[in-house]
C-alpha cells in the first residue's frame, strides 16, 4: 500500500472494472486487476471509512464511522460528503438496494434512536429506528431476494429486517453464482422486477421461445421490470452466463374459487 498503516477494510466491484477499497486511516483506494493501487483523500481526512459499496450510479459509495458522514467518489476519484443526523453515530457498512438507493447502518443509535438509513444517488439521506433500539449496533447489510433490506444487530444479537418491497412486485437477484431465488411464483398481474449486483453485466432473457421480454445487457447495480400477466411457466437465462437460468410461475387466476355449473367465472 502506498499509505503505511492503512487498515484497508472493506472491498467492492466498481463500475470501471477496478476493485475499490475503504482504509480506515482517511482514504479510498483503488486497485487494478494487474495490482496498480491508487488511493483517493475525501474532503474529511479523519473521515474513518469502513463500508464501501457500488451504485446504481456508477459511482463508489462508502460510510465515514469517524465522522458519521456517507460519501460518493466519482472513479475518478472526485468525492463527495453528505451528513447523517448525528456525526457520533458511527455509519459502518453500505449496500446497493433493490429500489435504486444505497443502504447503511449506523453501529451507535442516534438521539432519535435510528439505527439504519437510506440515501439515494442524489443524496437525500431518510434514517429509521428499529424494535431493538437503542441497543441495536446494526454492523453487517445487504439486499436480499424479497426486495427487503436485511441486516445484522451487533448488541442485540439479532438479524433484522428493513421493509423496502413494493406491493405487487417480486424480486430476483443476479449475482455472481447465478438467479436467486432460480425459481419465483408470481401472482398474474403482478411485476418481477430484477436487480443486477454484478460483478459483470448479466441480462434476465425470456428463453421460452415467445420472445416475451429481454432485459438487454445490465451493467453492474443496474434493474429491469417485467409485468407478467398471463397464467404459465417462463423460463429465462443469462445469455451472458448461459449456465445462470430461472423460472417465473404465474399460475392461473380463478374468480370466484368455487362455485356450481351455474356459476360463471
Request: zero cysteines; charged letters at 10%; hydrophobic letters at 35%.
Amino acid at each position: 500500500m502506498a499509505t503505511a498503516k492503512s487498515t484497508p477494510v472493506t472491498i467492492t466491484t466498481g463500475s470501471d472494472g477496478n476493485l475499490w477499497f475503504a482504509e480506515q486511516s482517511g482514504n479510498i483506494g483503488r486497485i487494478t486487476t494487474a495490482g496498480v493501487v491508487t488511493e483517493f483523500t475525501p474532503p474529511t481526512t479523519n473521515g474513518s471509512p469502513a463500508g464501501i459499496a457500488s451504485g446504481p450510479d456508477g459511482n463508489l459509495w462508502f460510510t465515514e464511522y469517524g465522522v458519521g458522514k456517507v460519501g460518493r467518489m466519482t472513479t475518478s476519484g472526485v468525492a463527495t460528503e453528505y451528513p447523517i443526523s448525528n456525526p457520533l453515530s458511527q455509519p459502518i457498512d453500505i449496500a446497493a438496494g433493490t429500489d435504486g438507493k444505497l443502504w447503511f447502518v449506523e453501529l451507535q443509535q442516534t438521539a432519535a434512536n435510528k439505527a439504519f438509513g437510506s440515501i439515494t444517488p442524489t443524496g437525500v439521506i431518510k434514517e429509521y429506528p428499529t424494535p431493538s433500539n437503542p441497543n441495536s449496533g446494526p454492523r453487517g447489510v445487504a439486499a436480499g431476494p424479497d426486495g427487503n433490506i436485511w441486516f445484522t444487530e451487533y448488541f442485540a444479537n439479532n438479524i433484522a429486517r428493513g421493509q423496502d418491497a413494493q406491493a405487487r412486485t417480486r424480486y430476483v437477484l443476479s449475482l455472481a453464482s447465478g438467479f436467486t431465488p432460480s425459481s419465483e411464483n408470481v401472482p398474474q398481474g403482478n411485476t418481477v422486477k430484477w436487480t443486477f449486483l454484478g460483478p459483470t453485466s448479466a441480462t434476465a432473457t425470456d428463453s421460452s421461445g415467445m420472445g416475451l421480454f429481454d432485459s438487454g445487457s445490465k451493467s453492474l447495480v443496474s434493474f429491469y421490470s417485467f409485468v407478467f400477466f398471463a397464467a404459465g411457466s417462463y423460463a429465462y437465462s443469462d445469455n451472458l452466463h448461459p449456465t445462470h437460468k430461472g423460472t417465473i410461475k404465474v399460475p392461473l387466476l380463478v374468480s370466484p374459487k368455487t362455485g356450481t355449473t351455474a356459476t360463471v367465472f
